[in-house]
């Protein structure tokens, strides 16, 4: 469908609107025929509605971030868990304790021990289960 077009500086313009999709909007939206061409014609950049403009206006970007744009992280905290600091001391001191082992260091002062026994080095790492939930 063709129509004309008033421009804001006076002069018209002629613009060819697709016959299908003016039906498909009027379907699709239950608009009559001038709904659908304005609505085509303010898609287009061809009219400008006042309310929508102020409706974007007010919207901004709605607190959507552009694309790409990552969030920065927030590093997690964690609780010092008392009762494994002090197992991992306890089993510290017992494996320096113990004929043939040497350099016991705690590498994770709630989780790892590493030492030597002769010429193989060893790990020792405790982790904790999380309650079954019910």
Avoid: C
């Avoid at 974007?56 to 905290?77: D, I, S």
């Avoid at 320096?96 to 030492?115: C, L, M, P």
């Amino acid at each position: 469908m063709k129509h004309t077009v008033q421009l804001g500086n006076g002069k018209s313009k002629v613009v060819d609107i697709p016959d299908q999709w003016l039906a498909a909007q009027r379907s699709n939206l239950g608009i009559t025929m001038r709904e659908a061409i304005d609505l085509w014609l303010f898609d287009h950049d061809y009219i400008f509605n006042e309310e929508a403009e102020k409706l974007t206006a007010k919207a901004g970007n709605g607190g959507m971030r552009v694309q790409g744009e990552k969030k920065p992280r927030k590093a997690p905290t964690r609780k010092p868990d008392e009762i494994k600091r002090a197992v991992i001391a306890a089993l510290g001191e017992f494996i320096a304790q113990q004929e043939g082992v040497k350099d016991v260091s705690v590498t994770n002062i709630e989780r790892v021990i590493a030492f030597a026994i002769g010429e193989d080095n060893y790990e020792l790492t405790l982790s904790k289960k999380r309650k079954p939930k019910d």
